[in-house]
């Protein structure tokens, strides 16, 4: 079992839920973080102030999933989440010791299968 | 008649009364070009908020100075068919004598069509909103102002072959709503649709920002429509009061439809129904009776809300739907005027219903013409521009958003990880090497 951690452009969010979609991956969180990821800074002006916008908007994706869908949803992530520009993302996987559907309690490798696998 | 008698006659006609209403009535219109720019910047998305928001402004700045410089004349100067003289170019001869028959200094009669071209122009921004290239838009809106809106209001208002012909129209049915209209869809289509139009739902970011937009709209409306009248007698009473009475009759048929459609009354429904209503009365507003204005609104609403349903379902990705709450909306109020003008409330002319059939070919002649030259001459003007500087943003910059792209603001900075750049740091603090 793995939580799959997606950072990714906030323009790219869709495509990554289509390409999730499509690898029949179900199960996902998304929250708005800021970040920084070694991409140029924007410079803004608001009246005589200049700066240096050091954070981006970046979009987090959670995904648990079984071992045999990690690779998928890392694939999809990556697929989708690409333009080839800094500042495109990361991904990281990390292993996951307890799983439990609230609805059922049902845990582990249940828990995080996805309901189309069933 | 000696030349200094004549201005001793016509400064003897100006009424303070009027002038007075006019003024107002022009500080209205030109407030409803920031309203505009709010109820556009609640309907797209957060990261275009500002940019939205300035193609109103940079109408104002634009359209202002086209006005007096060039399109004032061409629009009111002699009684050419198709196009005004060059003789108030640049202002001249328009002091403080009324134009004409008029009762208000021709400085306040240019000053109050001037913010009817600037809200036009600006108008038409909906069509390209959160993809087009602001500098772009600048040239095309400067280039408009003159080409377009100066010809149609010179058609409808300042003597042109329209207002030879018969063809009444109150307020700017012609030059404002079927103007922008029409001359939306053209942008549209030669622009081109966003890069994630019809593929991703692209939402409105702040639902009150439209209504609160929408009810400054409306509150100028009763300028836009009151002054047209050029004074403070009847028609302008006429027509502020139908302002009041369509746009509440366009809102109960919009609560309706929604209703029918899907079981719930939608807010930003309820603010476009505001615009419509508005549109519909416009051309109308000093011709009919109060009773007919609310069957306009009622009416009226109908066909301008299956554009809206159907819109979207296209292609053509007209962003904001200026076709359909100014272009047929406007085109609706033209014929319905043609139909139910009384001359008992109007001192004018008599509808079709009222025993003039030729009133209501006048007013389809309109309605027929000025969609045609508003579309083509649009299109062809664009293209023009087009090939001289990219009408659009790069797929980056428009993923980006316009607001850092063309303004490097954004909405809804929070100023987090934000580092302030001084002469001594230059910002040379804290910045990770992209190596």
Same mark, same amino acid.
């Given at each position: ?42 410079? =803004?002006?608001? *009246?005589?102030?200049? @700066?240096?916008? $050091?954070?981006?908007?970046? %979009?987090?994706? /959670?995904? +648990? #999933? ?12 990556? =697929?989708?989440? *690409?333009?080839?520009? @800094?500042?495109? $993302?990361?991904?990281?996987? %990390?292993?996951? /010791?307890? +799983? #439990? ?18 | ?435």
């Amino acid at each position: 079992m793995k939580l799959v951690i997606g950072i990714v452009r906030p323009e790219k969010a869709n495509d990554v839920l289509e390409a999730l979609y499509r690898a029949e991956v179900r199960g996902v969180s998304i929250s708005r973080v800021e970040g920084h990821g070694g991409e140029l800074e924007r410079v =803004e002006t608001y *009246r005589g102030t200049t @700066v240096k916008m $050091g954070l981006s908007d970046k %979009v987090r994706f /959670e995904v +648990a #999933v079984s071992d045999e869908f990690t690779q998928p949803t890392v694939e999809a992530l990556r =697929e989708g989440a *690409r333009t080839g520009e @800094v500042g495109d $993302g990361k991904i990281f996987v %990390v292993p996951l /010791e307890q +799983a #439990v559907r609230i609805r059922t309690g049902e845990s582990a490798e249940a828990a995080v299968t996805p309901m189309a696998k069933k | 008649m000696s030349g200094a008698l004549h201005t001793v006659l016509a400064v003897a006609q100006i009424d303070t009364g009027d002038t007075a209403w006019m003024l107002a009535a022009t500080a209205l219109v030109l407030m409803m070009t920031f309203a505009l720019g709010l109820f556009y910047a609640g309907l797209v998305r957060a990261k275009n908020t500002l940019n939205t928001f300035m193609m109103c402004l940079a109408a104002i700045a634009i359209a202002a100075v086209t006005w007096a410089l060039l399109g004032y004349s061409l629009a009111f100067d002699g009684e050419g068919a198709l196009i005004g003289g060059l003789g108030h170019v640049g202002l001249s001869g328009v002091g403080f004598e009324p134009r004409g028959e008029g009762t208000i200094p021709q400085l306040v009669f240019m000053a109050f069509q001037g913010t009817f071209c600037i809200i036009t122009v600006a108008l038409i921004s909906g069509a390209v909103v959160e993809r087009m290239r602001f500098g772009a838009f600048m040239v095309f809106a400067a280039l408009w102002s003159v080409l377009v809106y100066a010809v149609l209001a010179h058609w409808a208002f300042g003597g042109g072959w329209l207002a030879a012909e018969g063809t009444l129209d109150f307020a700017g049915g012609i030059p404002v709503e079927m103007g922008s209209g029409f001359s939306a869809l053209a942008a549209a289509l030669v622009v081109g649709a966003r890069k994630d139009y019809g593929r991703q739902a692209l939402l409105p970011h702040n639902a009150v920002y439209v209504l609160v937009g929408a009810g400054l709209l409306w509150f100028g409306w009763f300028g836009f429509n009151g002054g047209s009248g050029l004074g403070a007698g009847n028609a302008s009473v006429l027509a502020f009061v139908n302002t009041l009475l369509t746009p509440a009759c366009a809102l109960l048929t919009w609560f309706a439809l929604d209703l029918i459609r899907g079981r719930r009354v939608t807010a930003i429904g309820a603010a476009t129904a505001i615009i419509v209503g508005c549109v519909l009365i416009t051309p109308a507003g000093g011709f009919i009776s109060p009773g007919w204005a609310m069957a306009l609104g009622f009416l009226g609403a109908l066909p301008c809300y299956a554009v809206i349903v159907w819109r979207p379902r296209t292609r053509v990705d007209e962003t904001l739907d200026v076709l359909a709450a100014h272009g047929v909306a406007g085109f609706t109020g033209i014929l319905f005027l043609g139909l139910v003008a009384q001359i008992g409330w109007n001192g004018v002319a008599d509808g079709l219903f009222y025993g003039d059939a030729g009133q209501f070919w006048s007013q389809a002649l309109a309605a027929a013409v000025t969609p045609a030259y508003a579309f083509v001459a649009t299109f062809v003007l664009l293209k023009l521009v087009g090939a001289v500087m990219p009408l659009r943003a790069s797929e980056h910059d428009e993923a980006v958003g316009m607001d850092i792209v063309y303004h490097g603001e954004e909405a809804y900075a929070s100023g987090e990880g934000a580092i302030l750049v001084t002469p001594e740091s230059d910002g040379e603090l804290l910045v990770a090497d992209p190596g």
